[in-house]
């Protein structure tokens, strides 16, 4: 007897060969198109210094025109023509003196009579609840001065404070001067140390040092006033570029131009700049050394 092909196995090649036909007569899926990247190069800019709040665009800078003079201390500081002097506080370590601008303060002077008393143990007694986080020596730009700056940390503070220690005769100035809004430190105003009593304020009356201050303080996101003028030359150039390679058609040859070049220095780094007696500036050369 023949034996029947069994219908349920046709059945099922047929519609297996149907789905397979319906899958392959399927047109291939749009291509997702590649998303190109930008030609142009992004310009990088500095990171903030953590912790540090949003700077005050809306105050202009005003440099260092006014000199305070400390006479139980005997020396003279720079500081911006806003800011203002309290009168001698007594404290247990000595007279201190508290320093404003616009209502605000986050800065001090400390007069002690000068001893053995190490600096890193004086600066956690003045800063309850820190502890040192380094110690190193800084000379002060404006007139070789040695002093000891001493960085402190602490859980309730925005950022580290720093104080520095001067020995002055038989004085030991402290000084701890900082931005009222971001609390960083002003180094310019440190390094404004100078004893006995200031009768100008020297190159701070110059367009040129506050102009370069705030361009490489624009560059950094820091106050203009953390960065210190580490030397400043008068100069004289033949041409408008004041002697920095530029096109042709920016440069005029031939036109005596005076200025400055200055070496300004801004957390360890020094920056090299030129800058006409107008306060306008050529291309700075970015950091050198």
């Known amino acids: 007897m023949q ?52 700077a005050d665009t809306n105050k202009a800078f005003t440099g260092l025109e006014q000199i305070y003079y400390n006479s139980e201390g005997g020396f003279s500081l720079l500081l911006p023509v806003d800011w203002t002097a309290s009168e001698a506080e007594a404290t247990p370590l000595g007279n201190q003196y508290t320093l404003s601008s616009g209502g605000e303060s986050d800065s001090r002077i400390l007069i002690m009579t000068a001893d053995t008393t190490q600096e890193a143990a004086l600066a956690q007694v003045m800063c309850d609840g820190c502890e040192v986080k380094a110690q190193k020596e800084v000379i002060l730009q404006n007139n070789q001065i040695t002093s000891q700056r001493v ?47 200031l009768t100008d304020v020297g190159i701070e009356a110059l367009v040129a ?34 002697g920095i390679a530029l096109p042709q058609a920016l440069c005029q040859e031939n036109v005596p131009t005076k200025g400055y ?29």
Not at 231 to 239: P, Q, R, V
Not at 261 to 281: A, F, H, N
Not at 283 to 289: D, I, N
């Open 209 to 242: 040092v506050p102009a370069a201050r705030i361009h490489l303080a624009g560059q950094s996101g820091v106050d203009p006033l953390n960065v210190v003028v580490e030397s400043m030359e008068a100069h004289e150039w033949n041409n408008s570029c004041m």
């Open 151 to 197: 960085s402190l940390k602490g859980p309730n503070l925005i950022r580290d404070v720093e104080w520095f220690f001067i020995n002055h005769g038989d004085k030991l100035v402290v000084l701890s001067i900082n931005n009222p809004k971001t609390h960083e430190s002003l180094e310019a105003i440190i390094h404004s140390f100078a004893p006995g009593q």
């Open 3 to 54: 034996k029947r092909f069994p219908w349920l196995i046709v059945l099922m090649i047929l519609f297996g060969s149907y789905a397979l036909w319906r899958i392959l007569s399927q047109p291939p899926p749009a291509s997702v198109p590649t998303e190109v990247a930008p030609t142009a190069t992004a310009v990088l800019t500095p990171t903030p210094f953590r912790n540090q709040p949003e």
């Open 261 to 289: 070049i200055m070496k300004l220095r801004l957390g360890g780094q020094l920056y090299s700049y030129q800058v006409r007696e107008d306060g306008t500036l050529a291309a700075p050369e970015f950091p050198f050394g």
